[in-house]
């Protein structure tokens, strides 16, 4: 990587920048956001001239800078990129520049690494900025302790409190969007204002969390789907996490505001001695001038240009779960198995209950044999008659947990994560091993390779039920050390192991449903399970919402069966069936127990998903702004513009009889298009006495509509009943 003479550096892609001044003793941050074009040595210098702020009363003496690295050297009274000391001193870092490098990136984007040392606290420090095709901005930081281990002085290691990274905001970002949630609710949005203080979300569950704040956008006040401008930041980690928007009185140098945040430290957590280092997750940033559905096309890109992103056809799944729960009797699962391929299954998963004792949550965590009481032949009969109809084998496994009433507890109790006084209370009657103990992650990784060898599995559903309190490692004479972020790490090399191991397997990163869907986990992982409540109106939010990071063909969407497993709310199968419709699509029912003409729904919607995911996992993911909350469209248009599907949805009734002109979102203007709607999965069940006229007529055939219509016009929709959907399909004439 050549090192740049250039003063001003300028990493450009996809309309999004970052401008960063080569000043000293610390390059600062002249912008990040929108693409400012190709800066002259004239732009430049105009854009550094207009970033001094002006000197304030009562204030230091000279113009704030907001630095890459800022710290009170620099005057910035936030939350500082570092915090640490050692033995109590070194606590006022001060940084200078010893080196810069940089470089274009072929398919567009670029690389600044910036080098610092902090002689204060006798550290290296290297800043990492890389600006992707996409767009998004992926930052990382290392630190590694100088000192000298000959050096008497130096002997007390530097206690690493927290790495913060931090990017600055515009004054015209003014509302702040995250998520909260629950078990079954996942990725709740909830808005503020950005006001003086600071709004941080911590996350301290040793996984995101099933209320995890997911992604942290800042934006021009009422921003949408589709308008207005949006700064976003996902953090990359499945632990701890901290999200952090900050705005002071005295501003950020000439900027209003700071986003930021990084992984969570405990306490003790992070001690570097000599020559030692750590490293901070991936910070994703993203800007966008179109609102959330353009901040959700940069990540989806991201992800999509991963060379280990799948790229065939996602295989229609059934998972056992909701149909047999633990009662794994082979006969029963081989009728099922029967009935998943004659609907079009292609993936069949067997879920909780297979192994050595479990007959419920109680017992036989982490003793990952074949229970023979249940299966005296093994799982063999059962793979053997799923491959002989044509599907691959799916296997769910909880790795990282231990029940108490196992073999593994009663031979290994030192392998439990937990405090040397005692553990706490369990959770689901369960506790999580410590994966950084060497024995313990390879008892894991030789159990789980023979599964997938013996039984040439192609897919695990890889759970994680319980959080992690008390998170620590037990030492000599009760000196316990904290343990989260050592678990993830080992998580991470216990996956990559066994997939060096098995490059073909596919695995699915769930946690209690939604509660670890990071782009940590998805390095390494081949789809996630977004929550484990099936009911189609409440998935309708869920799946929404975890599109703003996620391309469907990473989000798992099953049909499940009514009334619902988690709610006890009855629905109608066409509102479930076109809900499912919109992800890596799957069945979650007993299909044994279905009425002849509920399977041939089923078996057309299995159509229908075929069908469509080549569009529905290429293409763009819209939503449309609606004044009323009590409906939604969304849908997926291909990059070209060329064809799309929309879900035209009603959640509950509403005070508005019309809903007037609905734009449909991401087509082209310029173009005329055919539309009709899709009837065979049933229609939805209307409040009203008759269809606007397109309705029925699009119910009836195709119909051409011209692209200004459909795009910037709109079409009255027809008023449905609560929990019914509409499936509408658009191709381009010509």
Known sequence: MPTTPARIVCLRAAGAALVVELTEPVPRVLHWGQDLGDLSDADGAALSLTAEAAVLNNALDTPRRFTIWPTEADGWSGTPAQQGHRAGTGTTPRLRTTGVEHRQLQDGGGELVVHLVDEVADLGITVSYRLEPSGVLGVQAEVTSRADPQDPAAAAPYDLADLCTLLPLPERAGEVLDFTGKWSRERSPQRRPLEFGSYSREVRRGKPGVDSPYLLAVGVPGFGFRQGEVWGLHIGWSGDQRYLVQRLPEGAGTHAAVLGGGELLRAGEIRLGPGESHRTPVCWFAWSGQGLDGLADRFHRLLRDRPTHPRGPRPLILNSWEAVYFDHDLDRLLRLADRAAEVGVERFVLDDGWFSGRRDDSAGLGDWTVDPAVWPDGLTPLVDHVRGLGMEFGLWVE??????????????????????????????????????????????????????????????????????????????????????????????????????????????????????????????????????????????????????????????????????????????????????????????????????????????????????????????????????????????????????????????????????????????????YRIRIRTELGLPSLHQTANPPWTDQALADWITVPGPVLGLAGLPMPTLDPEQALLIEVRMQG
């Open 399 to 672: 790795p990282e947990m231990v029940n108490l009433d196992s073999a593994l507890a009663r031979s290994r109790p030192e392998w439990i994560l937990g405090p040397s006084a005692g553990l706490g209370p369990s959770a689901r009657h369960q506790y999580a091993l410590n994966l950084a103990d060497p024995d313990a992650w390879s008892y894991l990784l030789d159990a789980l390779d023979r599964l997938v060898t013996h039984y040439a599995v192609d897919f695990l559903k890889w759970d994680h039920n319980r959080e992690l309190h008390e998170a620590v490692r037990p030492g000599p004479g009760g000196a316990d050390r904290p343990g989260g972020h050592a678990q993830v790490a080992a998580l991470y090399r216990l996956i990559d192991a066994l997939k060096q191991r098995h490059p073909g397997l596919e695995i699915e990163s769930c946690a209690s449903g939604g509660g670890r869907i990071d782009l940590g986990i998805l390095q390494r992982t081949d789809r996630v399970w977004p929550s484990d409540c099936n009911d189609p109106l409440e998935r309708q939010s869920i799946q929404r919402w975890t599109g703003q990071l996620l391309p469907p063909e990473l989000v798992g969407t099953h049909v499940g069966p009514s009334p619902s497993h988690t709610t006890g709310r009855p629905g109608s199968d066409t509102f479930r069936l076109v809900t499912s419709l919109f992800g890596h699509a799957g069945i979650e029912q007993d299909l044994t127990r279905c009425t002849p003409e509920e399977l041939a729904r089923i078996t057309a919607w299995s159509r229908l998903y075929r069908e469509f995911r080549p569009l529905l996992h290429t293409g763009r993911v819209v939503r449309a702004d609606l004044g009323d909350e009590a409906v939604l469209l969304h849908g997926v248009v291909a990059e070209d513009g060329a064809s799309a599907l929309y879900c035209w949805a009603r959640l509950s009734t509403s005070a508005a009889g019309q809903s007037g002109r609905v734009r449909l979102p991401g087509l082209r203007t310029d173009a005329s």
